[in-house]
DNA sequence: TTGAAAGCGGTACCAT
DNA sequence: ATGGTACCGCTTTCAA
């Protein structure tokens, strides 16, 4: 009802060219073959196909045409004409969590790269939610739906995503994980194994023997899998399981901040270096430490994981290993692009040994309690 | 072409409830009302206006088919059939900047509070990229388009931008900036201007009398507000502007470092505080102090502005003004929704005094250098 | 209450 | 090279 009232049928108006008018109707592609004096079919041409069999008089009328009146094509009428859209759809489980939008970061700028717009949703790290969403985006017909986020153990969830996402591959999108493989889809994953187990044996060949691992719940894979690579670097540096001490908390800073705590309460015991699974919790930890009297890095060391930006601003810098986050994002869209079915591509990480960790451990016999 | 071939016209084939079939086509209104055995009217009405004027007996069938059949309606469909869409398109200068992803946190919040998805889209602070980005947005006809991001004086794409957005709404879409004010739009503003006044005042009252002021280019407002701000209450509180020390350097972290450098090698000059338009600037000048032998805190006080994450966790903590980030993304979306033509809303800002700023400076007449 | 049919803004095939 | 037109999947009159 609103779009026939005020619009010409064929040039039974004479064209104006004035803006001013406060016609609440946008410029169809119609309108502007009627003012360039040819076919719909034609202008369609002309400003998709390049010169293709349009004769460059008519395409420039048609181009002048399009921009005198400030053409922008229907995005959605072209979706349903072609039936595929040009977007490629991200879940994260948080924007605000440097974590994911530096994938995001790198989503868009693949995107883009191929033309793509990005739509973002924000799963609030709930599985549950993420179904949803993934549901509600299938609608959108994108290009390309990407998953980011860790996998938390949640079976009939699980379950769930995989049909819905088999459903929307069936239909002829596309997808790519980014997390844990395990998942029957093109996933790229962080090496996080094999990024904690080497700074563990680099953190051993530097002298330190009694260790505190700082982790996460065992739902979050991310944790479990950092916290596995670290004993199993350990052990492979022949680190007795006796040196190791764990603490289970939660995934954040004040999680750190926690554990560290309760270590310092029951009495470092000759801990010499603290592993926590990420660089927040790490942060946590050094603050908790200072506040108990103790200075990271002389009095016990402390590493991280992932090389947020802020590692190389505390005191002392912390040693953490580099997770090309952003990498991960564009590969991701090259990963689902591609017709690599069900890859799992893995991206490598680097170890960054900063002050937190300085060279020569407070050596080694000191059974109780840290230098005083 | 691909989608005429393999599915039946009207029923002509037996429906099955298998999805094994690699039909390549996905599963249409239509089929759900031939699957229910009622009109596509009659489906389209059953799946949308609740129970309006369609028997309960035959709407139970139609979704249950629906479900059956794993339907997901055609968003763009809908979209060109209602002349509406159900999103609402941002644009951020950088999604990896904290300042940004906190906004789209925010927006994100409030938007799927209304039903509505986010499209997000990265102008990486260029103004031109800007004008591109929502120029092509308005061809997905959201029913709002945020821009959040500093103005960057540019006469000309300014005007571009300005006219492309009045289009937009002159066809019935929503705006809101999240920017300084001086665009004919609704705006969000973050009250930077009052917020660095009123640490300066604080500071002033701390007992600091010698400051240096480090911003970025004058070109972007937000450093210059903060810049202006900070001065109008030394100004208020009686400190002379030959107190006052002004470095220009890069709105980013290594800006930040380089200036406190340049700082440094001049000699302090009895410089009390340095105040950095940005935490992250902060961040940096603070490293940089350290790495001159200085300790921030003690020989010269620091204090910055955002209150990002980490103003925390470096040491000393930093003194800093809050930004309500995440207030400002969903206000923004409620601004847009509102009927409030070209409002202007401030977000108020909040100081938090903090290590980095001890309350009693190194008392006052120190003309040459800082403690050694 | 229901179904037929006319759009929505485009795309792409088919003649000419 | 160009125009006519069927069609994309869905919404929404308009009669029945």
Redesign the pocket.
Known sequence: ?S??DS?SESGATPRRTRVTDPEP?????????TEA?????????????GS????S???DRVLAAAARLG????A???A????STQTVALVVSDVADPYYSAIAAGITDAAEANGLVVTMTVADRSPRRELELVRGLR?HRPQIIVIAGSRIDDGATERELIDELAQYRATGGRTALISQPGLPFPTVTVDNARGAETLARTMAEAGYRRYAIICGPNRIRTSLDRCRGFTAGLRASGIEAEDQVFIQTQFTRSGGYDAACELVERGLDGIELIFAVSDTMAIGVMTALRDAGLEPGRDVAVAGFDDISSAIDVVPALTTVEVPLREAGTEAVRLALSDDENRTVRIPTTVHVRASTPRAPTSSPAPTGPST
């Open positions: 009802m779009a026939l619009r109707v946008s410029v169809t592609l119609q309108d502007v073959a004096r040819v076919s719909l079919a034609t202008a369609s041409r002309a400003l998709n196909g293709r069999g349009v004769r008089e008519n395409r053409y922008v094509p229907n959605s009428a072209q349903t004409a072609k039936g609608g």
